[in-house]
Each structure stands twice: as structure tokens, then as C-alpha cells.
């Protein structure tokens, strides 16, 4: 299955990098833990699976101690659109091979179809102003979770 990772994450992040220069930067694969990033002149994309489920996190290139989360980046930069993506875990899928392959496709393609928002939120500005009223953004949004006790 570790082979199989590895396969099917080039295979959905082919057309990222054929198109935006995305490369292969880093993979652990040891088993028990999962973990790939590609990287591009503005930003990577790390992605780590947990159990049965794929997450995807983004960092400015040489910023690795600053992720974001791409389900809350985009919510964060979809806030004035009434198109907010939304992500599938496929936790209905019993095939758990097809469960990855079908989130892989979702995340690449997510990446895919917001590439300029995404590279224009790395580029431009403070990168940790900005992160900052992402992670502002999801107490608002999600207080229950962020609660202090």
C-alpha cells in the first residue's frame, strides 16, 4: 500500500506540477505514517494521511512553522463568494484504496481550480498578518472548537 501512496499522489498532483512547477520536496512513508510535500516558487502543499483520511495543509515556501489548512485557507479567501468549496472525506467509500484515490482528486483539484487565489494569498502582503486572520477567522467561525476553559 506504502508503493501505492506514492503512485497515486504523483499521479493526481501531475497536472500542479506540469502546470505551476510544483516538485516532490519530501516523503515519509514508513508504514504507520504517510506524509508527502510539493513544493513551488510560492508555496508548498503538505500532505499528511491520518487513518483512513487525507489533509492537506499550505505554507509559504520557508515558512514550514506557519500551515494553513486548505479546507480553512479556502473558506478564508471564498468568504465574499457564493462558491465556497467544499471537501469530501468519502467516508461512505468502502473501498478504502478508492477512498484515497477519490480525496487525492479532490485536494489536487481543489489546489487546481483556486491556484491564483492561493499563489496571490503567498505572494502579496504579510504572510503572518494574513495567516493570523485565517486562524482569527475560523475562532469566529468555529468558537466551540477554539474555546478556552
Known amino acids: 500500500?506504502?508503493?501505492?501512496?506514492?503512485?497515486?499522489?504523483?499521479?493526481?498532483?501531475?497536472a500542479l506540477a506540469e502546470k505551476y512547477g510544483f516538485?516532490?520536496?519530501t516523503e515519509i512513508n514508513?508504514?504507520?505514517?504517510?506524509?508527502v510535500e510539493y513544493g513551488s516558487d510560492s508555496?508548498?502543499?503538505?500532505?499528511?494521511?491520518?487513518?483512513?483520511?487525507?489533509?492537506a495543509s499550505l505554507y509559504k515556501t520557508g515558512t514550514s512553522d506557519m500551515e494553513v489548512n486548505l479546507n480553512n485557507l479556502l473558506a478564508y479567501l471564498h468568504l465574499d463568494s457564493s462558491i465556497v468549496p467544499v471537501f469530501e472525506y468519502c467516508r461512505d467509500e468502502t473501498?478504502?484504496?478508492?477512498?484515497?484515490?477519490?480525496?487525492?482528486?479532490?485536494?489536487?483539484?481543489?489546489i487546481y481550480n483556486n491556484y491564483a487565489i492561493l499563489n496571490e494569498f503567498?505572494?502579496?502582503?504579510?504572510?503572518?498578518?494574513?495567516?493570523?486572520?485565517v486562524r482569527?477567522?475560523?475562532?469566529?467561525?468555529?468558537p466551540a472548537l477554539f474555546k478556552r476553559t
Open 136 to 142: 482569527a477567522f475560523m475562532l469566529r467561525k468555529y
Open 122 to 133: 503567498f505572494c502579496t502582503g504579510t504572510y503572518a498578518l494574513k495567516v493570523e486572520a
Open 95 to 110: 473501498d478504502l484504496e478508492e477512498c484515497y484515490r477519490k480525496q487525492l482528486i479532490h485536494i489536487s483539484t481543489a
Open 23 to 25: 516538485n516532490q520536496e
Open 30 to 35: 514508513d508504514g504507520q505514517t504517510y506524509s
Open 43 to 55: 508555496f508548498v502543499i503538505k500532505l499528511e494521511k491520518y487513518r483512513h483520511e487525507f489533509y
Open 1 to 14: 500500500m506504502e508503493k501505492q501512496f506514492t503512485n497515486m499522489v504523483g499521479d493526481c498532483f501531475k
